[in-house]
């Protein structure tokens, strides 16, 4: 079966400081992956999403940045954190030609 | 432009109640909805979906109902019970696909909770 994973779980970081999350998929090929923010008691926004390795599509121009170096990892970076970039951050993906996508289990970012 | 909202932010219950939680969209042209669920300090869960060509459509437990003349979705949930308490999230798929990628737009959500 398909998992996804995601870390760290949480992280404390300081304003100005570079960031790197990191989002596997396992039990599936070539996925179509997905980086969202949750900011608290919100709904999603869409970040980042990635048809294949390499391939990165930006929906908010914003401080954040995506990677695909393998087909199953996404990666979400910052050179430089804001304040505003808190948040609960969450990968999901789906299977090319399907429709539902499915969420990992989170990272939540407090910037201080 | 488009959007999916909710119209209760906030749903209290008894427990063994039976709940019904609401979305309106506005994209016409949306072809697939989905409902999920999501704990406090979890990814978001998927619970049913629906296709535009159906009305209804029933799980465990629960039942979605989609009414296209007034673009409202609603999620049912039977016998409420504790574990049910979450937030739930509507999402609408925007079609045509614009860079062969798969775009769903969530609304706000509903926080359910349910009272023993």
């Known amino acids: 079966s398909q998992t996804i994973h995601q870390w760290p779980a949480t992280l404390v970081q300081p304003v100005g400081s570079p960031l790197s999350l990191e989002c596997t998929v396992e039990?599936?090929?070539?996925?179509?992956l997905y980086w969202y923010r949750q900011a608290a008691g919100r709904g999603l926004q869409l970040l980042f999403y990635?048809?294949?390795?390499?391939?990165i599509s930006s929906e908010v121009p914003q401080n954040l940045s995506a990677s695909r170096p393998q087909d199953r990892q996404f990666i979400l970076s910052s050179k430089k954190l804001l304040l505003s970039d808190s948040g609960f951050y969450l990968c999901?993906?789906?299977?090319?030609?399907?429709?539902?996508?499915?969420f990992g289990p989170g990272t939540r970012l407090t910037v201080l | 432009g488009e959007s999916v909202g909710l119209h209760l932010p906030t749903l209290s219950v008894q427990e063994g109640d039976n709940s019904i939680i609401n979305c309106a969209y506005s994209?016409?042209?949306?072809?697939?909805f989905i409902w999920y669920k999501q704990e406090s300090g979890k990814g978001p869960q998927f619970i049913i979906d629906?296709?535009?060509?159906?009305d209804k459509r029933q799980g465990q437990r629960v039942t979605v109902l989609l009414n296209k003349t007034v673009k409202h979705l609603s999620l049912q949930i039977a016998a409420t019970q504790p574990g049910d308490s979450a937030v739930y999230f509507c999402?609408?798929?925007?079609?045509?696909?614009?860079?062969?990628?798969?775009?769903?737009?969530f609304g706000a959500g509903t926080r359910l909770a349910v009272h023993p």
């Open positions: 999402a609408e798929i925007h079609f045509p696909f614009s860079g062969g990628y798969n775009k769903l737009i």
């Open positions: 999901a993906w789906i299977t090319s030609g399907t429709d539902t996508q499915y």
């Open positions: 994209n016409s042209a949306s072809d697939y």
């Open positions: 629906i296709r535009s060509n159906m």
């Open positions: 039990g599936t090929s070539n996925p179509n």
């Open positions: 990635s048809v294949g390795i390499g391939q």
